[in-house]
């Protein structure tokens, strides 16, 4: 049975950091594409960031690049998101996501965690 479990959500001022973990098991981590979404209220989903599975390549929305990091560790079957410089618009439930292909929608991942909130006060 896959399970892709997210931690690291929390409360945390403007400006301020975070970093989102999440721990896959049951499937075979390095084989595929990880990502993170996230949905804010009232909102759709939205991509985040992805990595793919071998050369490790990422790819970032707009409204993140520069503040956000994703990383893997396929020896341990974890992703990590980095997030930095956090601003309100960023608040959201954080989503971690698993692929056997790759994408930037929802319908592109196989897999998704249970979401860890992330609320960024002004």
């Known amino acids: 049975q896959v399970q892709l479990v997210e931690s690291g959500g929390g409360l945390v001022q403007a400006g301020g950091s975070l970093r989102l973990s999440c721990a896959a098991s049951g499937l075979p981590f390095s084989t595929y594409t990880m990502a993170w979404f996230r949905q804010a209220p009232g909102k759709e989903r939205e991509f985040v960031a992805r990595?793919?599975?071998?050369?490790?390549?990422?790819y970032y929305a707009d409204s993140v690049k520069g503040r956000f990091t994703i990383s893997r560790d396929n020896a341990k079957n974890m992703v990590y998101l980095e997030m930095n410089s956090l601003k309100p618009e960023d608040t959201a439930v954080f989503y971690c996501?698993?692929?056997?292909?790759?994408?930037?929608?929802?319908?592109?991942?196989?897999?998704w965690g249970q979401g860890t909130q992330v609320t960024v006060s002004s």
């Open positions: 996501a698993a692929s056997a292909g790759a994408g930037y929608r929802s319908g592109d991942y196989d897999y």
């Open positions: 990595i793919s599975r071998t050369f490790g390549r990422k």
